[in-house]
């Protein structure tokens, strides 16, 4: 058992790193993106509601930046709760109610961040069309699904770690 | 929880200190100090019979059973 419990602990060690190192880079690479837009188009190939009349003006930029903000806190919060997950298992944490609170707090993230995307790829259309004819478009593809999906999936394991939490706490009390 | 924990009775009978209890039983004493303050949610066969051995006495003389009103 315990060497089980080491491999976790080493392993989530690694990960903690990686996942924080995500969140910090996630606003930085967004914001690079924006400001380094009209000369990436050229060697980039970038989804559809990225497209726009090139080069775009520095208003569209920073709308286009302020419009991607929503969904980089969604996605900070999920790579963030991972971060703090993971931390708990570096320390041989794993069977208490914060890492139930972490698996919870992802998951709304990750359901709440399927609106958000179809908001923002909205935004994101609207603003780049507006240097010629404005284009309001709202796409809903299977992406937003998948997240639907992928969310309810994480809030039913966050179900199951409650249980396996309390199942942990009747064992320690039994003497 | 209508079942208590005498152990504290037991202990001051034998005269007999956790600490000296929880060595001779191989439990520690922090667990067997969650037993006496009635914090534990079971306990096992094998803890029991180790307790009753040691203290020379019945499970009933440990464990008392109030009917809650």
Not at chain 1, 41 to 69: D, E, I, R
Not at chain 2, 35 to 47: C, P, V
């Amino acid at each position: 058992m315990t060497e089980k419990v080491n491999r976790i602990r080493k392993v989530s060690q690694f990960l903690k790193s990686v996942f924080g190192a995500i969140t910090a880079l996630i606003p930085v690479g967004v914001t690079a993106f924006w400001l380094c837009l009209n000369s990436l188009h050229q060697y980039v190939q970038f989804p559809p509601f990225v497209h726009g009349q090139y080069p775009l003006s520095p208003t569209t930029q920073w709308l286009g930046l302020a419009a991607s903000t929503f969904s980089v806190a969604c996605i900070m919060s999920i790579t963030w709760q991972l971060t703090k997950l993971f931390s708990f298992y570096s320390q041989g944490i794993i069977f208490t109610q914060n890492n139930t609170r972490c698996l919870k707090r992802m998951a709304f993230s990750i359901l709440m961040y399927a609106p958000i995307s179809v908001v923002v790829k909205t935004l994101i259309t609207l603003n780049l069309s507006s240097q010629t004819t404005p284009k309001f478009e709202v796409s809903v593809s299977t992406t937003e699904l998948g997240y639907l999906l992928l969310g309810s999936i994480v809030m039913v394991i966050s179900w199951i770690m409650e249980e396996a939490r309390r199942l942990k706490s009747d064992c320690d009390l039994t003497i | 929880m209508p079942i208590h924990i005498e152990l504290d009775v037991m202990l001051a009978k034998r005269k007999m200190r956790l600490k000296s209890l929880s060595k001779k039983v191989g439990i520690t004493e922090q667990n067997l100090s969650v037993l006496k303050n009635g914090k534990a949610k079971a306990i096992r066969f094998s803890t029991l019979a180790l307790l009753c051995e040691h203290l020379d006495c019945e499970p009933g003389d440990i464990l008392k059973y109030t009917r809650e009103e």
